[in-house]
Every structure is written in C-alpha cells, then in structure tokens.
C-alpha cells in the first residue's frame, strides 16, 4: 500500500507570495491533518479535514488555509507569506480522527 | 494546550534503558508516540486509549495512567536505531492531537 505523498516537496519562495501544498493520503484514509514544523516550535497542528468537512483547527493566522476533495486528496494554501512561514509542512492520513497518523515526508518551504 | 515532554534530552549507551514523560492538564482520551530520525518524517509507534492499558512495541513500551493524565514510553536495552527524537501527542475525545515539544534521545555505540 502506497504511503502518504506530498507535492513539491521543496519550494523557496518570497514575501508576499502565496502558494498551495499537496497531499495524498493512503488509500482508504478519509481524515488528513497538516502541521507546520519548526526547530524551535517542534510540531503545531493547523487543521484537520474529514470527508471534505474541516473538522479542527489550530492557532494559525487566516492566511493559512485548506480544502479536502471527494477523493480525500488535501491542499493547503498560504497566501501573503511571511520569512516566519519558512518550516517543513507535514500532512498526516488516518482512518479516522482517533486513530494513528501516518505522516508524509514534508514539503520544506523556504520564504526569502 | 500543549502536552509537556520529560526529559528534552538524553543520551545513552546501547543496551541501557530509558523513560519519556508526557503529561497533560486535559482530560486525555488518547496518547500517541512518534519517532523523527533527522531529516526524516515522525514514523507512528503505538497508540494508547483511556483505559490505562500498557501496550508493547519489541522493546519499546508505553503506558497510560489517565487519573493523572500522564503517559510513559520505556526504552529498553536501547539501540543504535532507537536515536531519534519522540514525540507524544495527546487528544481529548473528539479533538486532534496536540503535540509535545519532543525528546531527543542519542544512544552511543
């Protein structure tokens, strides 16, 4: 069974730019959630989607945004970047909400 | 909020054993435990449920004593492959898991 995917998996970019993240659960896996990943913040939840449905959400600025598909596939959006945006974006697909997280290898995003 | 990780750090030797810390000032649901080798993606471990069941891994285990809201993860006799950094993340029912800031653990030949 394929694991979790994510497009590009690197991307330098500069202030006031916006950009979108892919992700591709595992097959059968309806929830997918994003985190951002830092040296000093360690690992902060920005949002979950089940079944298209947003289901939570973290403590990140409007600017930070996502959708979920039919075929559960997840993008997450950040528009107006700032050099703090710079961090390693993970997605994680579970079966559902509870259970455990199966992480996908990270888009390392770069803002100059 | 955010469970706290104990130790940040550790360093071993192979073959000693080790124990992470994770506590939370919520009612806990579920505890989950991770491990990040550098440059790398966090690799799920196990998952504990309220009910305080232990739950083992080859020689890595974890409990889950909910009165307190804490959870352990042992590492025993440790392993060259056991150096990485661990993350705990804990859930209320029905809420998403929030992580610890992580311990970093290096085991020495």
């Known amino acids: 069974k394929a694991g979790v995917t994510q497009t590009p998996r690197y991307l330098i970019k500069t202030r006031g730019q916006q950009v979108t993240l892919s992700c591709s659960p595992i097959s059968g896996h309806r929830s997918v959630s994003w985190y951002q990943q830092t040296p000093g913040q360690g690992l902060q939840f920005l949002f979950e989607?089940?079944?298209?449905?947003?289901?939570n959400k973290g403590n990140f600025p409007g600017r930070f945004s996502g959708r979920q598909f039919s075929n559960s596939r997840s993008e997450m959006n950040v528009s107006t970047l700032e050099l703090g945006d710079s961090a390693l974006y993970l997605c994680?697909?579970?079966?559902?909400?509870?259970?455990?997280?199966?992480f996908g290898p990270g888009t390392r995003l770069t803002v100059l | 909020q955010q469970p706290v990780q104990s130790p940040q750090a550790v360093i071993l030797r192979e073959g000693e054993d080790a124990v992470i810390n994770c506590s939370s000032s919520k009612a806990l649901y579920s505890v989950h435990w991770y491990r990040q080798k550098h440059g790398e993606a966090p690799v799920f471990l196990m998952i504990l449920l309220k009910g305080g069941e232990q739950k083992g891994h080859e020689k890595i285990s974890a409990s889950f004593n909910e009165k307190k809201q804490q959870s352990s993860l042992y590492l025993t006799a440790s392993q060259l492959s056991y150096s990485g950094t661990y993350f705990c993340?804990?859930?209320?029912?029905?809420?998403?898991?929030?992580f610890g800031d992580g311990t970093t653990l290096t085991v020495k030949p």
């Open positions: 993340g804990t859930a209320v029912l029905g809420g998403k898991s929030t």
């Open positions: 994680a697909s579970s079966l559902a909400t509870d259970n455990e997280q199966f």
């Open positions: 989607y089940f079944s298209e449905t947003q289901r």
